[in-house]
C-alpha cells in the first residue's frame, strides 16, 4: 500500500479548487488532472508500505500532532513545480503560519524515527491539480492564465488524514486509513 499524510480542504476551500480545476481542464492542455478526491495538501509522503507498518505509522502520525491546534491557511494563488520554463506539475499556492512547517517538520522526524528518510528539500505547502503527459509541453499562454487565477479566503485546517493511495486506470484513488481531529 501506498501511503501519505495530508491536510483534506474544508468545504469551501474545496469548492474553490474544483473550480479553477474545472477551469483549466477546459483550456484542453495535455495534462492528467487530478480527480475531486485528490485535493489535499501533503504533508509527508511513506511511499510503498507493507500492510502491517500501517498501525506504526498511524501511531506516529497521531503522536506528531498531539498538542497541534487547527490553523488558518489561505489559497493564495497557482504556479508550477519545477519552474516556468519547464513546468511538470501544476499546483494552488497554500499559505499558513509557522506552525504549518512545524507539523510537516515534526512528520519528517516521526517518519524517521521509524525508518522513512525526510524529503530531502523544502516543504512547499501546495495542492496538486495536475501533472503534464510525459513528452508534452503546455501552450505559450499557459502561464498567464496560471498565474492569474486569484487567492481565495482563509479555511480552517482541523484535521490531518492518514491516505492510502491506489494507483487505477484513470488515477489514483484515496482511501483514509486514520483520521485525526486537530485540537
Known amino acids: 500500500m501506498r501511503l501519505f499524510a495530508a491536510v483534506p480542504l474544508s468545504p469551501a476551500a474545496l469548492g474553490a479548487a474544483k473550480s479553477t480545476l474545472q477551469r483549466l481542464e477546459a483550456e484542453g492542455w495535455p495534462v492528467r488532472w487530478v480527480r475531486e ?3 489535499h495538501l501533503t504533508l509527508k509522503f ?10 506504526t505509522i498511524a501511531e506516529m502520525v497521531g503522536f506528531s500532532l498531539d498538542g497541534v491546534a ?6 493564495t494563488g497557482a504556479g508550477v ?3 516556468p520554463s519547464r513546468p511538470r506539475v501544476i499546483r494552488l499556492d497554500v499559505a499558513a ?6 507539523l510537516q517538520d515534526r512528520l519528517e522526524r516521526g517518519g524517521e524515527r521509524i525508518g522513512f528518510p525526510p524529503e530531502g ?3 512547499r505547502p501546495h495542492v496538486t491539480l495536475g501533472r503534464l503527459k ?3 509541453r503546455l501552450p505559450r499562454d499557459a502561464m498567464g492564465i496560471i498565474e492569474a487565477i486569484a487567492g481565495q479566503p ?19 484513488l484515496y482511501h483514509a486509513r486514520a483520521d485525526f481531529s486537530l485540537t
Do not use: H, K, N, W
Not at 511513506?46 to 498501525?55: C, H, I, K, S, Y
Not at 503560519?97 to 512545524?102: A, Q, V
Not at 479555511?155 to 489514483?172: I, N
Open 46 to 55: 511513506f511511499g510503498e508500505v507493507t500492510a502491517d507498518r500501517l498501525d
Open 81 to 83: 513545480f519545477p519552474g
Open 37 to 39: 478526491a485528490g485535493l
Open 97 to 102: 503560519g509557522p506552525e504549518l512547517e512545524l
Open 154 to 172: 482563509e479555511f480552517l485546517a482541523d484535521r490531518v488524514v492518514l491516505y492510502e493511495s491506489e494507483l487505477g486506470f484513470g488515477g489514483p
Open 70 to 75: 487547527p490553523m488558518p491557511m489561505r489559497i
Open 121 to 123: 528539500r523544502p516543504f
Open 134 to 136: 510525459e513528452g508534452q
